[in-house]
């Protein structure tokens, strides 16, 4: 479960394409927490809320940035975006 560079281009929002990029580049940087917050905000302001099948008990990464981004459902994608926006200049200034 990856975040979609071409969804991220869709949005049309500048500073939120730029964050993701910065947050793709440097998520190594970032404690586990913050980046599965910033993962779920980033799919939320790119694609919506969450779609598909939860990953299986043995696939551990991809199960916690699913649930990341279940817990957003409902939020809208201007939000999320403001709040990725805001989270990674925040950690990744």
């Keep these: 479960m990856e975040v979609e560079k071409e969804a991220v281009a869709a949005t049309g ?3 939120f394409i730029e964050c993701a990029k910065r ?3 440097n998520q190594d940087k970032l404690a586990v927490a913050i980046r599965l917050e910033c993962f779920g905000l980033i799919k ?3 694609e919506g809320d ?3 099948d939860r990953p299986g008990m043995f696939d551990v990464a991809n199960r916690m940035k699913y649930d990341a981004w279940l817990k957003l ?3 809208s994608k201007e939000e999320a975006q ?3 926006i805001a989270l990674i200049n925040q950690y990744l200034p």
Excluded: F, I, L, V
């Design 73 to 75: 459902k409902g939020m």
């Design 50 to 52: 969450c779609t598909g």
């Design 44 to 46: 939320q302001g790119s």
């Design 82 to 84: 403001q709040k990725a």
């Design 23 to 25: 947050m793709r580049d």
């Design 13 to 15: 929002n500048q500073a």
